[in-house]
């Protein structure tokens, strides 16, 4: 269960910090960006027996190891947070509406704090004391911030704190700089609003017996977790039949699991979160045998030094891998190296989208991959970039081009999110679920791949003013086969069995005899997608096609047969009406003679006989084998000039 997976990464997390962590640290928050973060500290000093008084603001760096002193906890997005610590989106409305705000509600409502946070009267005296001169110096406060966050000119991309700082005399006469995680009372209110928003909301007290989703045990659970924003309680028709006060039975949680889901949700939200193609998820690890704790220490070390370049490069030596090789369009993707894991752990994607940051949609689970499954992705990528698509690549100028990689035959998911997209932008589960069925190996139907790759490779063979673009048009079917390889390699494609061929090439006479040996090699390599005389029938007329538009383009700058393809939306009709088409431009342009040609049309005639009448195969497939031979049609033709200056070869 995911939930319980998340909370036991939380679990550990806190017995390697320091053993244990205590529930005020696991309440605490972190900034999401805190490289180069400041810290703005509203200062006031403090003698004893005396009201405390303003000094002004001072600046400091960010330190992630002080976040138990900043006590940072998010509230609401309109209203302020837990402490008088917040994110600073700009000066003055930070101060407005978190900062000030803050300790107005004090005054207002101190005897609240006396009986949810158990505050002395002291304490009580001391914190009313500490409003009332914030507000009393609330001009010069936002004077001197204004000032001093111009001055400072901090990152922009960082989230900078403001927080309260109160420069307390001790009794040997010496000041002491405390944060509000440094004095007593403003810990007890972090514990007891931190605690009391799992269960108390909208007025309304959600808690009850019951068995918590984490732990499995019956004990006391809570009834506003929002660890996991995947549903709210603020909107009535959610639930219609629920109570808010009930929510407590829709995900039940103890107090300690919460504690340690949160916990774990910080883990991911550093770590192990990453972002695919429009989407994010979490990589969850799940212990599937009890962990040893050098295994612990093994993963966690990969996990929390993976986006440091310099131990990011000592784990990759230590997995005997020398380079980052991607899967994804995450740079900081670290598939491949947890595929060198033992089979002692699976890892489980859960992917979502956050139109907003209180708002988390759930898009797909795919629970527990082994390692091995994530090994056998990584090794199908690397045979698939082996292959001999990049040699196709010479035959034509590179420059118009609109594909986005910069590799072009570099394989990763990126084709993959193309195709199964109906527009390349835009945002669909189907692409989803064909990353569910290449992780868990689960073959997708053959037809509605072939519809799909046809539709992509028909979208990306125009450059962005609408023109036909022949190397956009070869590169889309070069990427398109990769793909087609790939997820047949990973078992991911329903491939169907081999059909035997009614085409003896041993019988025919041959003029060219290493055009045989060429075209047997060739359907023997794809083996796998040329399992009938069909298919070898429609590529071969490609290739005679794709000779006819080159010799076009050498005579005229121009290739008016293009018009006969009906935008590559060929049937059985239409595929059987171009072979003697093709056949009497070519005889017009005097390119008959050639060798080659004379027995690819002898050898393509006899495989639309031997494919016979009414075939058991798509538009879509058809006009894909089609454009493949369309386009890969030099692979037969090798000599560089001879479509252009008419050379028999």
Not at 50 to 61: A, C, F, T
Not at 276 to 281: A, E, L, N, V
Request: proline share 4%.
């Amino acid at each position: 269960m995911i939930i319980g997976a998340i909370r036991d990464v939380g679990e550990i997390v806190s017995q390697r910090s320091a053993g244990s962590s205590s529930m005020l640290e696991d309440l605490v928050g972190k900034p999401s960006k805190t490289k180069n973060a400041k810290i703005f500290a509203v200062v006031f000093k403090q003698r004893e027996g005396e009201l405390p008084r303003y000094e002004g603001i001072e600046v400091m760096d960010f330190k992630e190891s002080e976040l138990r002193r900043y006590l940072y906890k998010r509230g609401s997005s309109r209203g302020t947070d837990t402490l008088p610590t917040s994110v600073i989106t700009a000066p003055m409305r930070t101060l407005n509406i978190k900062f000030f705000p803050w300790f107005e509600k004090t005054i207002k409502d101190i005897n609240h704090f006396k009986e949810e946070a158990n505050l002395t009267g002291e304490e009580l005296d001391q914190l009313q004391s500490i409003a009332k001169t914030v507000l009393a110096t609330k001009n010069q406060i936002i004077e001197d911030l204004m000032s001093k966050h111009a001055e400072t000119n901090p990152d922009k991309k960082a989230n900078h704190l403001l927080t309260l700082m109160l420069r307390f005399q001790e009794p040997n006469g010496h000041y002491k700089d405390l944060f509000l995680g440094d004095i007593s009372m403003f810990r007890k209110i972090m514990l007891s609003s931190g605690l009391k928003s799992y269960w108390f909301k909208h007025d309304t007290e959600s808690r009850g017996r019951g068995i918590c989703f984490g732990c499995n045990q019956e004990k006391e659970v809570l009834g506003f977790t929002g660890t996991f924003p995947f549903y709210t309680m603020d909107k009535k028709n959610f639930a219609p039949d629920l109570q808010v006060s009930d929510a407590w039975r829709l995900f039940p949680m103890c107090v300690d699991c919460i504690l340690l889901l949160e916990n774990g949700k910080k883990f991911l939200d550093e770590y192990l979160k990453f972002t695919y193609y429009g989407y994010q998820y979490y990589l969850i690890p799940e212990f599937l045998l009890p962990a040893t704790d050098d295994l612990i220490e093994e993963l966690f070390t990969i996990f929390e030094g993976w986006k440091d370049e310099s131990r990011r490069k000592i784990i990759l030596q230590s997995k005997h891998l020398d380079k980052v090789r991607n899967l994804t369009n995450d740079e900081n993707e670290m598939l491949e190296v947890l595929g060198e894991e033992e089979n002692v752990i699976a890892l489980t994607f859960l992917f979502f989208t956050q139109p907003q940051k209180s708002q988390m949609i759930p898009e797909m689970v795919i629970p527990q991959v082994l390692p091995t499954r994530i090994k056998e992705l990584y090794e199908a990528k690397n045979h698939v970039e082996k292959r001999e698509f990049h040699d196709f690549l010479n035959y034509l100028p590179m420059s118009s081009s609109r594909d986005d990689d910069k590799s072009p035959l570099e394989f990763t998911f990126q084709v993959l999110s193309q195709i199964f997209r109906p527009k390349d932008d835009a945002k669909t589960k189907e692409f989803l679920k064909v990353t569910q069925y290449i992780f868990k190996k689960i073959p997708l139907s053959m037809d509605h791949v072939f519809s799909r790759t046809m539709s992509y490779v028909r979208r990306r063979m125009y450059d962005m003013e609408g023109n036909f673009s022949w190397s956009g048009l070869l590169k889309a079917t070069l990427k398109s086969f990769q793909a087609l390889h790939y997820l047949s390699r990973v078992g991911a494609l329903s491939v169907p069995p081999m059909t035997p061929s009614h085409v003896n090439l041993d019988a025919m006479v041959w003029i060219d005899m290493s055009l045989k040996e060429e075209i047997l090699q060739f359907f023997e390599q794809n083996s796998q997608f040329f399992d009938n005389d069909v298919k070898k029938a429609c590529f071969l007329v490609g290739v005679l096609t794709g000779r006819l538009l080159q010799v076009q383009y050498a005579d005229k700058k121009s290739m008016p047969f293009w018009n006969k393809l009906n935008n590559l939306q060929v049937d059985e009709k239409r595929l059987k009406s171009l072979l003697p088409k093709v056949i009497n431009k070519l005889q017009e342009y005097d390119h008959r003679k050639s060798r080659r040609v004379q027995d690819l049309e002898a050898l393509a005639g006899q495989y639309l006989i031997a494919a016979g009448e009414n075939w058991k195969l798509s538009g879509d497939m058809i006009s894909y084998y089609f454009t493949l031979g369309l386009s890969l049609y030099k692979k037969f033709f090798p000599k560089k000039d001879a479509a252009e200056n008419g050379e028999d070869e």
